[in-house]
């Protein structure tokens, strides 16, 4: 018997069809955040964690559907990743740093200046498998006291950082985004995926995701517009193994070929802010979208490391 209820899926190419489950239902898993941001699937704690940046707190949530506080006063901490040791790398806001959880619970500074001056708000991060870490640096955490302290940016541009693994040397290796936010490496690692999000406080702004390629594991060239979001903005996202990009979106999530077609959409009934895969095989995609964590089983399943 047919289902009267809408369906959460809106197909653009019929691919779409293979990388969803049609009879998965939108599970609303916890709803008492104030902004909901940086999921990140510890696989081996069988868990997520995730941001509640307005709140100052990463929240744990655990399969048997418990959610606790996994830290309190994170000074406003939004993306959230892993480095290939596991160590749970994090970006703070009300520090203006990158920072990285030891085993033993201490919290190192990997990046809070360039050139001698404070970095803006670092925003989202990724581990390339040499180590090296990328983070994107807009001002969203400055603006105001709602996701951090309000201050004048001292860096001259919105960069894409890099920081040397082993040297802990850090370098701009994009300099010409307006606020760069969400970012990613395709699974092989040959392009860099990040999103432009400047469109949040300037209307005349492009709402995009662009694509570099890789060179020499520490270099970004041939820069371009990989695709464009058609409601509200992109902000973080992640790649499946298949190369897809499944990213947020004023209406849900966007899921694009690697050719940057756009196969279909997941609706959510909030403003979406990140996403990543998790579970036992990475094939459940867990959305933070504005006050609450929700969460689907897709057919297929994330890049993601480790």
């Known amino acids: 018997m047919a289902s009267d209820k809408p369906s959460i899926y809106e197909i653009h190419d019929d691919r779409f069809r293979f990388l969803t489950v049609g009879i998965a239902e939108l599970d609303e898993l916890y709803s008492a955040c104030r902004w909901a941001e940086g999921p990140v699937w510890l696989a081996d704690q069988n868990c997520l964690v995730w941001s509640d940046i307005p709140n100052q707190r990463l929240l744990r949530y655990a399969p048997d559907g418990t959610v606790s506080v996994f830290r309190d006063n994170s000074n406003f901490v939004n993306g959230n990743t892993r480095d290939r040791q596991g ?60 996701e951090g302290y309000r201050a ?11 920081v040397d693994g082993t040297t802990g040397v850090i370098s ?13 490496f395709s699974p092989d690692e040959t392009r860099l995926y990040v999103a432009d999000s400047a469109i949040s406080h300037d209307p005349t702004a ?46 849900g999530v966007h899921c694009f070929s690697p050719d940057g077609d756009l196969l ?40 993601q490391y480790p």
């Open 87 to 146: 160590r749970l790398v994090s970006c703070e806001h009300g520090g203006r740093r990158v920072i990285r959880t030891e085993p033993d619970g201490t919290i190192t500074t990997i990046a809070d200046r360039y050139n001698g001056k404070p970095l803006n708000s670092p925003n989202d991060v990724v581990v390339k498998s040499d180590g090296s870490i990328w983070f994107t640096d807009p001002t969203y955490g400055i603006l105001s006291d709602y």
């Open 152 to 162: 004048d940016p001292e860096q001259e541009t919105r960069n894409v950082y890099r």
């Open 172 to 184: 701009v290796v994009v300099d010409d985004f307006l606020q760069p936010n969400g970012l990613a």
């Open 206 to 251: 492009p709402s995009i995701i662009r694509v570099f390629d890789v060179e020499d594991g520490a270099r970004l060239t041939n820069g371009r517009v990989f695709c464009h979001i058609d409601k509200g903005l992109p902000d973080g996202f992640r790649v499946d193994v298949a190369g897809n990009v499944w990213t947020s979106a004023g209406d």
């Open 264 to 303: 279909g959409k997941i609706l959510i009934p909030q403003t979406v802010a990140n996403l990543c895969f998790g579970g036992p095989r990475r094939n459940r995609l867990f959305i933070t979208a504005t006050r609450s964590l929700y969460a689907v089983y897709v057919a297929t399943s994330g890049a």
